[in-house]
């Protein structure tokens, strides 16, 4: 175990994650962001569920307004962190995406009991780091060097937030203003820690066979993700029986950015068969777990 790992084992976040919650439901759904994402990745594309659902959003140890402790961002700390929060709101659907939906099959097999259905959006399937270098150093993903490089990966991360933030809502024209506005909402530590721990190194297909047979699963990716591929996402279909996997045709590592309704219906089909999809309309005001985010630059 190295000295920061030992040192990170004793640093605590000092409050709870920063969390989102509305709506007047019996079924509860929570919604986990991907590395960079937010809250407001999903907040505003919700407002067709809040009849329904009681709905949670939460923003992920180190990104958004949660606390950003200098801390490993491991599997079990991330699942720790989001069982803190979530536990009252058992028996619940989660709902993750990329690296969200990676935390979400290690939260359903931690917490089997508390969880009735997950589901899986664009979720990266490497196994190991050594497969996850080797996709991304092969040139299908532009800059894939970069994300595999741990010096330049930080010296990036801090150079985006300090120099280019303001102008990402400019550049990264394929998501909504509000979602690349908050791309650099966390630390260079949250960001590669959780790329390398969550991402690169941590296996999901293990714990996807131990998952219990009653806990649904619905895996829903674009046929044309880049940084998630879906062929090896497909083998993961074989792995999991009670696994139903939807393949976007035309849609990238972004589903529920492209088609929100269509997601959502899906999402409706598993956690209740019986429930409605009604014509949009404003969402009433949430209630915020106000959390003092972490301005510290790490």
């Known amino acids: 175990m190295s000295w920061l790992d030992r040192w990170a084992k004793q640093t605590g976040t000092g409050a709870g994650l920063y969390t989102e919650t509305w709506g007047s439901g019996e079924e509860v759904l929570v919604f986990v962001p991907g590395l960079g994402g937010t809250t407001r990745y999903w907040a505003s594309r919700l407002d067709s569920l809040h009849d329904d659902y009681r709905i949670v959003l939460v923003d992920l140890?180190?990104?958004?307004r949660s606390p950003k402790p200098w801390t490993r961002y491991s599997v079990e700390r991330h699942v720790q962190e989001l069982h803190t929060v979530l536990k009252p709101f058992a028996p619940l659907s989660l709902v993750g995406h990329s690296l969200g939906a990676l935390l979400t099959v290690a939260y359903a097999a931690r917490h089997p009991t508390d969880v009735k259905n997950i589901v899986l959006i664009s979720m990266p399937n490497f196994g190991c780091q050594r497969a996850a270098y080797h996709y991304m150093r092969s040139g299908s993903v532009r800059g894939g060097f970069l994300f595999t490089n741990l010096g330049v990966a930080m010296l990036a991360c801090i150079l985006t937030r300090r120099v280019f933030g303001r102008l990402l809502p400019y550049l990264v024209r394929s998501v909504p203003r509000e979602v690349a506005e908050d791309l650099v909402k966390h630390t260079w530590r949250s960001s590669t820690s959780s790329l390398w721990?969550?991402?690169?190194?941590?296996?999901?297909?293990?714990?996807?066979?131990?998952?219990?047979?009653?806990i649904g699963v619905l895996g829903l990716h674009g046929e044309q993700d880049l940084m998630a591929p879906v062929d090896a996402v497909k083998q993961l279909a074989v792995v999991c029986p009670q696994w139903r996997l939807r393949v976007l045709p035309g849609v990238d590592h972004h589903p529920f950015l492209r088609d929100p309704d269509g997601c959502l219906t899906q999402i409706a089909t598993l956690v209740a068969p019986k429930a409605r999809i009604p014509a949009s309309r404003p969402i009433p005001r949430p209630t915020i777990s106000a959390i003092a985010e972490n301005e510290k630059e790490q």
């Open 61 to 64: 140890l180190g990104f958004g």
């Open 197 to 214: 721990e969550v991402v690169y190194r941590y296996d999901a297909a293990a714990d996807l066979k131990r998952l219990p047979g009653d």
